[in-house]
């Protein structure tokens, strides 16, 4: 991501930023490892720690001692409670394609194997 | 008065047909805010011609001459429609606007369904789900929420979430729930307009890799997003479940699209779209008058 970018990051989008690299991640992180994570220079340390609190404190993550600071994990139940109420609302959904603007539909199976070469490419 | 009723009920055919192409010229955000004025356009083209057909071609039952008392020699010169036509317009109509407003209930019934999931736990905008499949979605309306797949978010690594992250913010900032909405309803009123519909729905996806593409600064690392995210989400017949024909080919077309040259406008290879819109306008407007002046003979 380029720097303009990230400095216009709103708090809201950082909790996000946050979410996405505990869940990414495979173990419970500390917050110089989600700041390392992240990695934008123009980010503080301490914005970082707040957000975690923040997020802890809404009941979005749990944490545990690790040292002298705490490691922080996604509250895996919370999440999970989440995905129940949102299939029961879906299944009585006709055509989400309707209400729901998703990132991905559908995939032509003939296209697979051009998707793969592309990532294959960089990568 | 007639021949424009003609032209106005022959406008959404043509309407529907030069759309899409209209795609070509366009860039994605101007595309989609096009397609939908054709489509409400073509809407309400259709609407008012067969209503003033239903009109003209009824006025002579007994039924509404009981209630109107015309004068037979003014309402003859009138040039009135075979009341079969009439009766058929009359129909037609009827079954457009049944189409429209179960559509409409339709819509109305999931948003709500969906209302109360937007006050679930979230991160900012980011409502994660634990879940394997992976998924990612905007919630319609203002809330403004993205329902994320925890499948999803490890499926990509950190600068590709970001990319699709952002690609779900533009759906939220530009509200293209407002969009996909109107071309539904158009095309449940008339659905000459389904490839309209469809057109619009691929567009909508388009301006949103762009903005994401722009705000990431690579297009390269949105296609790689999208590619990843599609390759990850095959097999999985969870949410793909009855997924539309059209559809199948999008991700197809975004892919390639990202990798081409950063689209832009030229509206003056859109004239032919054009000039059908103002004869459209103007024939509404026409037939408009000639109703006036009909429902003046009709009921002095």
Not at chain 2, 182 to 203: D, I
């Amino acid at each position: 991501m380029t720097g303009e970018g990230r400095v216009q990051r709103e708090s809201g989008a950082l909790e996000a930023e946050v979410m996405t690299v505990l869940w990414q991640a495979n173990a419970p992180m500390a917050a110089g490892q989600v700041h390392e994570a992240i990695g934008d220079a123009e980010l503080s340390y301490k914005t970082v720690l707040t957000v975690l609190a923040r997020l802890h404190a809404k009941g979005q993550l749990e944490r545990e001692r690790a040292g002298r600071a705490h490691a922080y994990a996604p509250c895996q139940d919370a999440a999970a409670a989440a995905a129940e109420k949102m299939t029961a609302a879906l299944t009585g959904i006709g055509d989400r394609t309707a209400v729901l603007q998703r990132f991905v539909d559908a995939l032509d199976p003939d296209a697979e194997a051009a998707l793969r070469a592309l990532l294959d490419a960089r990568d | 008065m007639y021949v424009t009723v003609y032209l106005l009920l022959l406008a959404p055919g043509l309407l529907a047909a030069l759309g899409p192409a209209l795609t070509r010229h366009l860039a994605p955000a101007a595309a989609v805010r096009a397609l939908t004025a054709l489509a409400i356009l073509a809407s309400a083209s259709t609407a008012w011609g067969l209503a003033v057909l239903a009109i003209g071609g009824l006025a002579r039952t007994g039924e509404v001459q009981a209630y109107a008392k015309s004068d037979p020699a003014a309402l003859a010169a009138a040039d009135p429609v075979p009341r079969t036509l009439g009766a058929l317009a009359a129909a037609l109509l009827v079954i457009a606007l049944v189409r429209f407003t179960r559509a409409a209930w339709r819509r109305q019934r999931d948003v709500r369904a969906l209302t109360p999931l937007r006050d679930l736990p979230a991160a900012g905008d980011l409502i994660v789900l634990d879940t394997e499949n992976p998924d990612a979605y905007a919630l319609p309306g203002r809330a403004g929420r993205i329902v994320v797949t925890s499948g999803m978010l490890r499926a990509l690594p950190h600068d590709e979430c970001q990319v699709m992250l952002a690609h779900e913010r533009a759906h939220l900032r530009h509200r293209h729930d407002l969009y996909a909405a109107a071309t539904v309803l158009a095309a449940a009123f008339n659905p000459l307009l389904g490839r309209v519909r469809e057109s619009a729905a691929l567009q909508i996806e388009r301006w949103a890799d762009e903005d994401a593409a722009a705000q990431a600064g690579s297009r390269h690392l949105a296609a790689r997003s999208l590619a990843r995210a599609a390759l990850a989400t095959t097999g999985r017949a969870g949410g793909l479940r009855g997924s539309l024909a059209y559809l199948r080919h999008q991700v197809t077309a975004r892919v390639a699209a990202l990798q081409a040259a950063s689209p832009a406008s030229c509206w003056s290879a859109a004239w032919p779209a054009l000039v059908l819109v103002l004869l459209t306008t103007l024939a509404l407007a026409d037939t408009t008058g000639a109703l006036g002046r009909f429902l003046e003979v009709l009921h002095p």
